[in-house]
Nanobody, 123 residues
Framework: QVQLVESGGGLVQAGGSLRLSCAAS????????MGWFRQAPGKQREFVAA????????YYADSVKGRFAISRDNAKNTVNLQMNSLKPEDTAVYYC????????????????WGQGTQVTVSS
């Protein structure tokens, strides 16, 4: 079992920045690829960003490419999402998740999920 806890969400004006963090506990963290997803009201949960367990590759949704950056520190069991140039359409609950295989982009590939953190971007 891996327990994931997100933090860092909040209210920010358009154009601002937020840094989300996800702390992992339980089984070893370094064997898992990590991802960030988000879910806006009335919409399906969607892929935002992901990183391999050795940080050799990162992946981003087209909607956040160039604005968001994912990183991880396996020694500290954390994964972060730096979000810059935020837009109102980025408003959602953001979830971090862990997987050992399967598609980088599919929610069904991720075995462990955090409880989510709310990000609200005002116009």
């Amino acid at each position: 079992q891996v327990q994931l806890v997100e933090s860092g969400g909040g209210l920010v004006q358009a154009g601002g920045s937020l840094r989300l963090s996800c702390a992992a506990s339980g089984r070893t963290f370094s064997g898992y690829a990590m991802g960030w997803f988000r879910q806006a009201p009335g919409k399906q949960r969607e892929f935002v960003a992901a990183i391999t367990w050795r940080s050799t590759a990162t992946y981003y949704a087209d909607s956040v490419k160039g604005r968001f950056a994912i990183s991880r520190d396996n020694a500290k069991n954390t994964v972060n999402l730096q979000m810059n140039s935020l837009k109102p359409e980025d408003t959602a609950v953001y979830y971090c998740a862990a997987r050992t295989g399967g598609s980088t982009y599919a929610t069904s590939s991720y075995s462990y999920w955090g409880q989510g953190t709310q990000v609200t971007v005002s116009s």
